[in-house]
T-cell receptor
Framework: DVKVTQSSRYLVKRTGEKVFLECVQDMDHENMFWYRQDPGLGLRLIYFSYDVKMKEKGDIPEGYSVSREKKERFSLILESASTNQTSMYLC????????????FGDGTRLSIL | RKEVEQDPGPFNVPEGATVAFNCTYSNSASQSFFWYRQDCRKEPKLLMSVYSSGNEDGRFTAQLNRASQYISLLIRDSKLSDSATYLCAVNLNSGGYQKVTFGTGTKLQVIP
């Protein structure tokens, strides 16, 4: 079974802090994704990566950056957290080969005070 | 028009009923399709892929209609434990990488 692990289930930070969300997958997947999910808005793609050191902007990259130094790890960084970044953050991974589904981590519920 | 659309529901059905959801997509070049189940405050979990010829997994049947650009999920003999939000996902290979668009989900509530 694919295992995608996110570093924290719940996180509380303050406005202006730099926040790191970590994601690790154990299936040697090339593709990794970061989403946020808010009520009524569904899953919105922030950034994705299809290879080590590669990154692409998703639909809502503003206020975020990412890092992929190793194939199994994809980090999401909130440069200066703001209250409108309070959300559920979901990491996912998938294989590059064929049309494969994404597999999600448990999610991080982030609150910015 | 949204790339992927679902009726948000909720669909309230009695135990034992059959219920079906549709998901429409706008890009005719879309290549693969999936249904996910998401419980409240949890992550989406892959329920099943959707194959061109249709496929079944126990009480669940998924179908693809390319001509009308929609996929469907049929749940027979609904159980209380089927209560969840069902998300569709549509995959398009674009520029050498995978672009997946998720619907916002259809909420199902199975009532005793």
């Amino acid at each position: 079974d694919v295992k995608v692990t996110q570093s924290s289930r719940y996180l509380v930070k303050r406005t202006g802090e730099k926040v790191f969300l970590e994601c690790v997958q154990d299936m040697d997947h090339e593709n990794m994704f970061w989403y946020r999910q808010d009520p009524g808005l569904g899953l919105r793609l922030i950034y994705f990566s299809y290879d080590v050191k590669m990154k692409e902007k998703g639909d809502i990259p503003e206020g975020y950056s990412v890092s992929r130094e190793k194939k199994e790890r994809f980090s999401l960084i909130l440069e200066s957290a703001s209250t409108n970044q309070t959300s559920m953050y979901l990491c996912a991974s998938s294989s590059l080969s064929g049309n494969q589904p994404q597999h999600f981590g448990d999610g991080t519920r982030l609150s910015i005070l | 028009r949204k790339e992927v659309e679902q009726d948000p529901g909720p669909f309230n059905v009695p135990e034992g009923a059959t219920v079906a959801f549709n998901c429409t997509y706008s890009n005719s070049a879309s290549q693969s399709f999936f249904w996910y189940r998401q419980d409240c405050r949890k992550e989406p979990k892959l329920l099943m892929s959707v194959y061109s010829s249709g496929n079944e997994d126990g009480r669940f049947t998924a179908q693809l209609n390319r001509a009308s650009q929609y996929i469907s999920l049929l749940i027979r003999d609904s159980k209380l434990s089927d209560s969840a939000t069902y998300l569709c996902a549509v995959n398009l290979n674009s520029g050498g990488y995978q672009k997946v668009t998720f619907g916002t989900g259809t909420k199902l509530q199975v009532i005793p």
